[in-house]
């Protein structure tokens, strides 16, 4: 079995391009989501316990008792120490979940390839295994349109994001296939067809 990283920046189109694999390739994929993951992570009660503790109770809504990720998201984007901190709790337990599912569906012998959508797998040093990294990447333009269409997050906010992350001509000199996500959703569709046909 195959195991690939779908990784990229903020607004690049990564989780878009992994369905897209995946719809084309059915029982032949099994995908994983970091960020999937992370926020049901963040939904356990030991981890949200140990997040409030750390961040402190400005990340918590008064209504619902529970952390309001609009709030722990400014926290962590104005800080990068708060940041390192939060994702010192979090990223052990996405990791191990991520290896865990790799070697099941390994295991099972169904699938030909495992993809991991992983946000930040340069930032965290490459520790997830690949065979293949592919970078969805796109204009810092195109990342901010996308960021205030679709998120309605302001500049700063947006500003402080795309600073959190590696340059994307970093990523992309590092990866070993790199899909442009500038254009319409038919030209991502295209792109994901022609790999699987290519790998597959």
């Not at 918590?60 to 990720?69: E, G």
């Not at 940041?83 to 569906?105: C, D, F, K, T």
């Not at 340059?167 to 254009?183: H, L, Q, S």
Request: with cysteine; aromatic share 6%; net charge negative.
């Amino acid at each position: 079995m195959k195991s690939w990283v779908v990784t990229g920046g903020v607004g690049t189109g990564k989780s878009s391009f992994c369905k897209m694999l995946a719809n084309f390739a059915g029982a032949k994929m099994a995908t994983f989501s970091c960020d999937e993951f992370s926020r049901q992570l963040l939904n356990e009660k030991g981890i949200s316990t140990r997040v409030i503790q750390v961040l402190g109770h400005e990340i918590v809504d008064p209504a619902t008792a529970a952390i309001d990720r609009h709030r722990l998201r400014d926290l962590v984007f104005l800080s990068a120490e708060k940041r390192r901190e939060l994702e010192a709790i979090l990223h052990p337990g996405v990791l191990s979940e991520l290896e865990h599912q790799r070697l099941e569906v390994e295991s099972a012998g169904v699938a030909k390839v495992f993809v991991a959508e992983v946000p930040l797998y340069y930032e965290i040093g490459m520790s997830v295994k690949a065979d293949m990294a592919i970078v969805v990447a796109a204009t810092e333009a195109v990342q901010r349109r996308r960021l205030m269409e679709h998120r309605q997050l302001d500049e700063p906010t947006i500003g402080r994001m795309l600073d959190a992350q590696l340059p994307m001509a970093e990523k992309t000199g590092r990866a070993d296939v790199v899909v442009w996500n500038d254009g319409s959703p038919a030209m991502l569709e295209a792109q994901a067809f022609a790999l699987l046909a290519e790998q597959l």
